[in-house]
């Protein structure tokens, strides 16, 4: 075959295959679920239903996170990501904030990818791991309330919370494939991000 055919070809597969990457982006995003929040001083129970309406066991699903109307701010008690296979996006500026008076349990943590439904394991688990998901969010933020945890006083007047290092932003455990870009997590009361122990493995994972 002619090289110069040959390279023409071959540049002509290659833009193809761009084009077939981006028109799926696209259509990832066109029929991405948009989360609500019927109650914006705690959004918790609607961004959960989302997190579950999103999901398909069979392929990707896809939920999107926007700015609040007259507002930047989610207020939320622990969430959980405990499906596989979902992409949850955050539009820039977006602040996924921990609600006030909450987060007593010494394991609570904003949002955790893993095969449960409660912090302190009471709730229902799941026999499989949590697989392929991924967390974009340029401009946004997960926010915690560190200066609230720390205060571990007697005094009954004060709201007091349990000395804790296991609050943590992000919470991954028994996961595999799971990518986190984009987003700044900051104020928790433990890590930004804690991998789980080996116990409850975290496989495949990329933070950018």
Same mark, same amino acid.
């Given at each position: *075959? =002619? ?6 070809? /071959?540049?002509?597969? *290659? ?19 948009? /989360? ?15 997190? #579950?309406?999103?999901?398909? +066991?069979?392929? +990707?699903?896809? @939920? ?6 007259? /507002? &930047?701010?989610?207020?939320? &008690?622990? @969430?959980?990501? =405990?499906?596989? =296979? ?25 949002? $955790? ?11 229902? $688990? ?8 991924? #967390? ?17 006083? &007697? ?38 991000i804690a991998l789980g122990a080996s116990a *409850?493995?975290?496989?495949?994972? &990329?933070?950018?």
């Amino acid at each position: *075959m =002619n090289p110069s055919l040959a390279r023409r070809r /071959a540049a002509i597969d *290659m833009l193809l295959r761009l084009l077939l990457l981006v028109a799926g982006q696209a259509a990832a995003a066109a029929a991405a679920l948009v /989360a609500s929040c019927a109650d914006p001083a705690d959004c918790t129970h609607d961004l959960q239903q989302a997190i #579950l309406r999103a999901h398909w +066991p069979a392929g +990707p699903g896809a @939920l999107h996170i926007p700015l609040p109307r007259g /507002a &930047r701010t989610w207020i939320t &008690r622990p @969430l959980f990501i =405990n499906v596989s =296979n979902l992409q949850v996006t955050f539009a820039p500026g977006v602040v996924l904030e921990a609600k006030a008076h909450e987060f007593h349990g010494i394991f609570d943590s904003l949002l $955790t990818v893993a095969p449960w439904s409660r912090s302190d394991h009471t709730g229902p $688990t799941f026999p499989n791991n949590v697989t392929n998901i991924s #967390l974009v969010g340029y401009g946004a933020t997960l926010r915690m309330r560190k200066l609230d945890y720390q205060n571990h006083s &007697r005094d009954p007047s004060m709201e007091s919370y349990s000395k804790s290092e296991w609050r943590h932003g992000l919470q991954l455990s028994r996961t595999k494939g799971v990518a986190i870009v984009g987003v700044t997590i900051e104020d928790t009361g433990g890590d930004g991000i804690a991998l789980g122990a080996s116990a *409850m493995f975290v496989e495949d994972k &990329r933070v950018t």
